[in-house]
Nanobody, 118 residues
């Protein structure tokens, strides 16, 4: 079973940047063989898929309103997934989770909160 732990969240100003990390571990879980995703949940809203990345990092897909601002990447040697978020907007305020697999249905970590303010 995979364990995922996100980090890197905090308070950031509108237009600012932040990089989130997600460390994966777990007996029998081969990070380098699994697609991974980022999802988020804004206050009072449901879970929203943000981006996914193939196991080898060669192909990624984003929800439309983060394209050009967010970049998903991974370091398979470090069992770590990243989300670089630039030009942040107030609507990006949410708890961000990494998730096993492609999409929002896989095992998630406890999340890291990002608050975007003026």
């Amino acid at each position: 079973q995979v364990q995922l732990v996100e980090s890197g969240g905090g308070l950031v100003q509108i237009g600012g940047s932040v990089r989130l990390s997600c460390l994966a571990s777990g007996f029998g879980f081969e990070f380098s063989q699994n697609a991974m995703s980022w999802v988020r949940q804004a206050p009072g809203k449901g879970l929203e898929w943000i981006a996914s990345l193939t196991a080898d990092g060669s192909y990624s897909k984003y929800i439309r309103f983060v394209e050009g601002r967010f970049t998903i990447s991974r370091d398979n040697a470090k069992n770590t997934l990243y989300l670089q978020m630039n030009n942040l907007e107030a609507d990006d305020t949410a708890t961000y989770f990494c998730a096993e697999g492609w999409g929002k249905g896989g095992t998630r970590g406890p999340g890291t909160r990002v608050t975007v303010s003026e």
